[in-house]
């Protein structure tokens, strides 16, 4: 007589993660948030600039936050091994890392997901962009920009909204396609890193 056992084992998928951080997300749209990206000395670890100013970046990094991930630990940590694959002299002329900004800089954090996450196609198709994923831009003004697909539709053009702050707080926004997209990423620790 054969017995089939079956034993059951929590996997927590990417696809979930994904959708856990669209959930942070859209709960960063709840706060009240100047924009401002002045250089502040925060704590190390998990330091964070005080809860009502932030960038675009703060929105990522308190999102990846609320899910256990520290991006000033895992950036400042990946930079101080590795200075010379990332931006940091060539664009700020700093000669070694800083755990208090580094992790707030856009091209840092494309460097951080492309060396750490999948590097994923850019594209003109929505349906490419998940729930979770990272896009980077370049604005008109010559700065990059960051922010998170979520799950969301636009009712109008069926684009997936994302969270980002470009001035304004944290806000879910159709703009997906309203610059140049120069990044898209998908990160979670699932994969190991």
Same mark, same amino acid.
């Not at 996997?11 to 859209?26: M, R």
């Given at each position: 007589?054969?017995? $089939?056992? $079956?034993?059951?084992?929590?996997?927590? !998928?990417?696809?979930?993660?994904?959708? +856990? =951080?669209?959930?942070?997300?859209?709960?960063?749209? %709840? &706060?009240?948030?100047?924009?401002?990206? /002045?250089? $502040?000395?925060?704590?190390?670890?998990?330091?964070?600039?005080?809860?009502?100013?932030?960038?675009?970046?703060?929105?990522?990094?308190?999102?990846? /936050?609320?899910?256990?991930?520290?991006?000033?630990?895992?950036?400042?940590?990946?930079?101080?091994?590795?200075? +010379?694959?990332?931006? #940091? %002299? /060539?664009?700020?002329?700093?000669?070694?890392?800083?755990?208090?900004?580094?992790?707030?800089?856009?091209?840092? =954090?494309?460097?951080?997901?492309? /060396?750490?996450?999948?590097?994923? @196609?850019?594209? #003109?198709? #929505?349906? +490419?962009? &998940?729930?979770?994923? =990272?896009?980077?831009?370049? !604005?008109?003004?010559?700065? @990059?920009? *960051?922010? *998170?697909?979520?799950?969301?539709?636009? @009712? %109008?053009?069926?684009?997936?909204?994302?969270? &980002?702050?470009?001035?304004?707080?944290?806000?879910?926004? +159709?703009? !997906?396609?309203?610059? %140049?997209?120069?990044?898209?990423?998908?990160?979670?620790?699932?994969?190991?890193?």
């Amino acid at each position: 007589m054969c017995f $089939l056992t $079956l034993i059951v084992i929590w996997v927590y !998928l990417p696809e979930c993660f994904g959708n +856990d =951080l669209v959930d942070a997300a859209l709960e960063r749209t %709840k &706060h009240d948030v100047k924009y401002d990206g /002045r250089y $502040l000395a925060i704590d190390y670890p998990g330091g964070d600039v005080p809860d009502d100013i932030g960038v675009c970046t703060d929105v990522v990094i308190r999102s990846y /936050r609320a899910l256990g991930v520290d991006l000033q630990v895992l950036v400042h940590e990946d930079i101080k091994a590795n200075f +010379d694959v990332y931006p #940091s %002299k /060539r664009i700020w002329g700093l000669e070694r890392p800083d755990k208090n900004i580094d992790h707030r800089r856009v091209p840092n =954090l494309q460097v951080f997901f492309e /060396r750490h996450g999948q590097t994923l @196609p850019i594209t #003109s198709h #929505s349906s +490419d962009y &998940h729930p979770g994923d =990272l896009v980077t831009w370049m !604005l008109p003004s010559n700065a @990059p920009h *960051i922010g *998170i697909v979520t799950d969301q539709k636009h @009712p %109008k053009t069926e684009n997936p909204m994302v969270v &980002h702050n470009i001035g304004f707080g944290p806000q879910l926004d +159709d703009m !997906l396609f309203l610059f %140049k997209i120069t990044g898209h990423y998908r990160y979670s620790q699932i994969n190991g890193n």
